[in-house]
């Protein structure tokens, strides 16, 4: 069977468009991927914490990074020991030493990186574009749980410490909508 050239541009045409569009949806999938798996350290999100507390502790390491920014950014507390199933509180605190704002982005994740399909955040400050006022301090909160489902994976169940660690990058390129809450470095935790 000969293929006329028409029907050889279309199906190359047909070919690029469908590639085109996998290359504009592989962010949101590759996202969407990761927060359903846990896969890359990527946490869940939840809207209450689990009604069982299980006796195992796991200790929670907090590390605070900065990409391209003049911030100062550190975590209120080194470790937190939790049971798994019982949320914890923990604080960072985030302050711009210059006398400019600076208009920033906090990404996360969760090492060892099977370990964040377990992690659960109640709250947090991460991924909302925020902007930090000259000589501004604030403390920002993370509640979070470990899911007592852990105990069901025979690799993760011996986990003795999962490190949360957080990265604000200047967000001065972002072209998007500034957070309604983003003045200021407050989510919600209440000025200090």
């Known amino acids: 069977m000969k293929l006329s050239n028409r029907a050889i541009a279309a199906g190359a045409a047909t070919a690029f468009l469908g590639m085109l569009g996998l290359a504009f949806m592989s962010e949101p999938l590759y996202k969407s991927f990761c927060a359903v ?3 890359g350290g990527t946490t869940r999100i939840a809207t209450r914490a689990p009604s069982e507390i299980l006796d195992q ?3 929670v390491r907090f590390d605070a990074n900065v990409a391209d920014t003049a911030l100062v950014f550190r975590p209120l507390q080194q ?3 939790v049971k798994v199933g019982q949320h914890g509180l923990a604080f960072f605190e985030v302050e711009n030493p210059t006398k400019k704002p600076i208009r920033v982005i906090a990404s996360y994740n969760v090492t060892p990186h099977f370990a964040g399909r377990y992690f659960y955040k109640l709250e947090c400050f991460c ?3 925020r902007v930090i006022a000259p000589g501004e301090s604030k403390k920002l909160p993370v509640v979070y749980f470990i899911s007592p489902e852990i105990i069901d994976d025979r690799v993760a169940s011996q986990l003795e410490t999962i490190t949360l ?3 604000f990058f200047d967000s001065t390129e972002y072209k998007g909508p500034l957070s309604a809450s983003a ?4 989510n919600s935790a209440s000025p200090g």
Request: aromatic share 16%.
């Open 127 to 129: 991924f909302e574009e």
């Open 183 to 186: 003045t200021g470095a407050a």
């Open 79 to 81: 470790t937190q020991a």
């Open 57 to 59: 502790e796991i200790t």
């Open 37 to 39: 798996t846990g896969f």
């Open 165 to 167: 660690s957080y990265t």
